[in-house]
């Protein structure tokens, strides 16, 4: 069983930036692959980013590419979702997950965070 907090969540002006947490206690963090998905109101949870165990290969999905970074420190048992020049399209429920393997298809995650809201507004 792995445990997943998220934490960095809240309210931002469109362009400015946050940066997500995933805290996942225990000492298997490592084995893991860790994902990033939000999920809008009347809208499906879509991939954000994905990392491999080590850090060495990660996915960032087209809306996101060139202003999201999905990072890990294996050190401190966490995953970080660095978010710049934030839009008002980018207001959801942010999740992260972890899952055996590496990918970014969401039914392969087999373990989940309560989520963090994220609103981007002026």
């Known amino acids: 069983q792995v445990q997943l907090v998220e934490s960095g969540g809240g309210l931002v002006q469109p362009g400015g930036s946050l940066r997500l947490s995933c805290a996942a206690p225990g000492r298997t963090f490592s084995n893991y692959a860790m994902g990033w998905f939000r999920q809008a109101p009347g809208k499906e949870r879509d991939v954000v980013a994905s990392?491999?165990?080590?850090?060495?290969?990660?996915y960032h999905a087209g809306s996101v590419k060139g202003r999201f970074t999905i990072s890990r420190d294996n050190a401190k048992n966490t995953v970080y979702l660095q978010m710049n020049s934030l839009k008002p399209e980018d207001t959801a429920v942010y999740y992260c997950?972890?899952?055996?393997?590496?990918?970014?298809?969401?039914?392969?995650?087999?373990?989940w965070g309560q989520g963090t809201q994220v609103t981007v507004s002026s």
């Open positions: 997950a972890a899952r055996s393997g590496f990918g970014r298809d969401r039914t392969e995650y087999a373990y």
């Open positions: 990392i491999n165990w080590s850090g060495s290969s990660t």
